[in-house]
């Protein structure tokens, strides 16, 4: 015992060592520890900062167009007080914060002829226009959605299972309904005459880029008019189609994932054969994205992928032909027949705006859109005539 | 058992034996505590390093945005992107002033140039950039919609990339 003690005896003292040689640890350790916290929290803090003053800035002007466009009587009281500005509040905080809005009138013009109300749209997503073919249109496979309406100028023909079509169902002949849980929503379909192509294009107005006022003279014109002589393939993965207008005497195969073309409209005198998923379109003429001119009972144009065709399938002489499975594929195909297979795929009506649709004369302003949301302010300027036809000017995005 | 008797009872010190191990598990005991340091040290770099490659590419990501939605054409030759904005005095008519803005790779450097009715000025809104991409492309002009792909790299961390889709917002 006497022993021990006078161990722990010889052991007083070392306490202060360790404890300072905890601590040193201690220092070198918090000190880049908190160091780099207190880096990192301020860097998100500042990013996060002006991302939200962006975003808040942005959701103003967004709110002042939506308003410009949709309400009519709040557009006319600024069309009447030219140069006088008017403030918005917008219905809520977007990230809390509320940026100041402010509109203004800058000058006024009449317009005559077209433009004016409700620009009317394509309401059809799958579209055959052969009187003479059997079963023009067919629904085949199981499971697939058609969001939009149905036209046959002969017969439709809804075979396999599962189909749903929200939209209006016409035919001429005869309608055939075969399997089972097959829906026409409201329904039923309708029985009617032969009708035009609700909207058009002729080729014509593609293949000579010396026409003048045609879209391939436009297209010429700005640069963005591509020959393409015998079959053109496309192929990889997310390859981008040069925007503009493109005119192929031979087949156009389109393949690989991801493809993309934004602001391109493809013509074709022969066929169109588009596959893999993630396809991604916006025509550059308004409304058609794909024509083929080819005459044929088979197919013309095969979309056997998913995604977004932007605008509209046009075949008038030939079969279009879409056998995706399980994708989600948006357009109008108006084709001289159609034939879906495959199955549960879901098809959407794009957005195509027919030609010469709206009012008559009307009054047509250019606005300039103020939003500030803390130092970050976006002044954009748009020219807008009725509800249609808006263009934006400028779109600056700057500090104050 | 005298012997031990005398060995035990006049014991000051340790024994050469105690003395070695002590110095031995002391000796380990530090080299841990050295690794573990430095493993820290240089995990804090890293972290740093990367936080640093993550702020450039955000703060060049949010000026490239806020440009190339306001231009009306822009032409891209590699290295260089030239983005001409048009611009109104709010509420006034008149027309547009155009300021041309360049991004351009200088020496990992992702430089911004201003030039207008106002002069002009330069500031380098990211270093570490070793490369940029911009697509689809026209020849040299950029399209409405763009995707542009910036690489940020730093010897320590790697390359890190960063790609922004922006659709330009002015009527073609």
Redesign the interface.
């Known amino acids: 015992m006497k022993h021990r003690a006078t161990f722990r005896q010889e052991e007083r003292g070392e306490s202060l060592p360790l404890a300072l040689l905890a601590l040193a ?1 201690g220092i ?2 918090i000190g ?2 908190l ?2 916290l207190s ?2 929290l301020k ?1 998100t803090a500042a ?1 996060q900062t ?2 939200q003053r ?1 975003y808040s800035s942005d959701a103003g002007v967004e709110f002042a167009l939506w308003k410009l466009v949709h309400d009519a009587a709040w557009r006319q009281t600024l069309l009447d007080q030219p ?1 006088t ?1 008017a403030s918005l509040t917008l219905p809520s905080a977007p990230n809390g914060d509320t940026p100041t809005v ?1 509109v ?1 009138c ?2 006024t013009e009449t317009q005559a002829g077209g433009g004016g109300g409700e620009p009317e749209c394509l309401e059809w997503a799958l579209w055959a226009q052969s009187s003479t073919a059997t079963n023009g249109l067919v629904i085949g496979g199981s499971g697939h959605t058609v969001n939009g309406g149905v036209h046959s100028n002969r017969d439709l023909k809804i075979n396999g299972s599962g189909h749903t079509i929200y939209g209006t169902a016409e035919y001429v002949r005869n309608l055939t309904i075969l399997g089972s849980g097959n829906r026409i929503v409201p329904g039923p379909a309708v029985q009617t005459t032969v009708q035009p192509f609700p909207i058009t294009w002729d080729i014509n107005e593609f293949n000579d880029p010396n026409q003048p006022g045609s879209w391939a003279a436009q297209a010429q014109a700005e ?2 008019y591509y020959v393409h002589n015998g079959t053109w393939n496309v192929t990889g993965s997310g390859t ?5 207008l493109h005119y192929c005497t031979g087949k156009v195969n389109f393949s690989g994932s991801g493809l ?1 073309g ?2 391109v409209t493809v013509v074709s005198l022969s066929t169109i054969d588009v596959s893999g998923s993630g396809l991604d379109f916006t025509p550059y003429v308004p409304g058609l994205s794909f024509f083929s001119t080819r005459a044929a009972s088979t197919n013309v144009v095969s979309i056997s992928g998913s995604g977004n065709t932007g605008g509209t399938v046009f075949a008038p002489n030939g079969k279009i032909s879409l056998t995706g499975s399980g994708g989600v594929i948006t357009g109008a195909f108006l084709g001289n027949e159609i034939d879906i297979n495959g199955s549960g795929a879901t098809i959407n009506l794009a957005e195509v705006e027919l030609p010469g649709s709206g009012g008559s004369s009307i009054v047509c302003g250019v606005y ?1 859109i ?1 939003s500030t949301s803390g130092s970050t302010v976006t ?3 748009m020219r807008g005539c009725g509800d249609g036809d ?9 500090s104050s | 058992m005298k012997k031990r008797l005398l060995l035990g009872t006049g014991q000051n010190g340790f024994t050469l034996v105690e003395t070695m191990i002590s110095t031995a598990i002391t000796a380990l005991l530090l080299g841990a505590l050295v690794v573990m340091l430095y493993q820290f040290n240089n995990l804090t770099r890293l972290q740093q390093d990367s936080l640093t490659l993550s702020q450039q590419l955000q703060t060049a990501g949010v000026l490239l945005n806020r440009d190339v939605v306001g231009a009306s054409e822009g032409t891209f030759d590699g290295t260089t992107l030239t983005l001409n904005i048009p611009s109104y005095p709010f509420g006034q008519t008149g027309s547009a002033q155009v300021t041309t803005v360049t991004y351009s790779l200088v020496g990992g450097n992702l430089v911004r140039t201003t030039s207008g009715a106002g002069g002009s000025s330069s500031v380098t809104v990211a270093r570490h950039i070793s490369s940029w991409q911009i697509e689809p492309l026209q020849g040299t002009q950029i399209s409405t919609t763009v995707r542009i792909t910036l690489t940020s790299a730093l010897a320590r961390r790697g390359s890190r990339s960063m790609t922004l889709t922006i659709t330009r917002r002015l009527s073609q």
């Open positions: 640890t070198i350790l880049p520890l160091a780099h880096t990192s860097t990013t002006t991302l962006q140069g500005v402010e203004v800058v000058e640069g963005k981008v189609i040069p925007e503009g993309r934004y602001n300039d103020r002044t954009v300027r808006w263009q934006v000017l400028s779109w600056q995005v700057g």
